[in-house]
């Protein structure tokens, strides 16, 4: 495995990381590992609950397909400017 030295990381980013791998109970190091490959965790459990709130949705506006009834981009856009 290979060694990666960056440099010139801001100190707000560098206390962000050191923040989250605490949170996380993790050293910097396998926190800043994760990210780099992709896979940070707090990423990934967000992304797994946002689709199980939108799969429960789903769920619940089939069972009564009569109060909602479909919207035009527009009027949906006028909803949130009132």
């Given amino acids: 495995m290979s060694d990666l030295l960056i440099r010139n990381v801001p100190d707000a980013l560098v206390e962000t ?4 791998a605490k949170l ?5 190091e396998d926190y800043v590992r994760d990210v780099l490959a992709g896979i940070e965790p707090a990423a990934s459990v967000l992304t797994k609950r ?8 789903k769920r619940n506006l089939s069972r009564f397909p009569t109060l909602l009834k479909p919207m035009a ?10």
């Avoid at 996380?24 to 910097?28: A, D, S, T, V």
Wanted: proline share 4%; hydrophobic share 25%; net charge negative.
């Fill in 17 to 20: 990381y050191e923040a989250r």
């Fill in 50 to 57: 946002r689709e199980e709130l939108i799969e429960l949705t």
């Fill in 73 to 82: 981009r527009r009027e949906f856009r006028e909803g949130f400017e009132e």
């Fill in 24 to 28: 996380n109970g993790r050293p910097l």
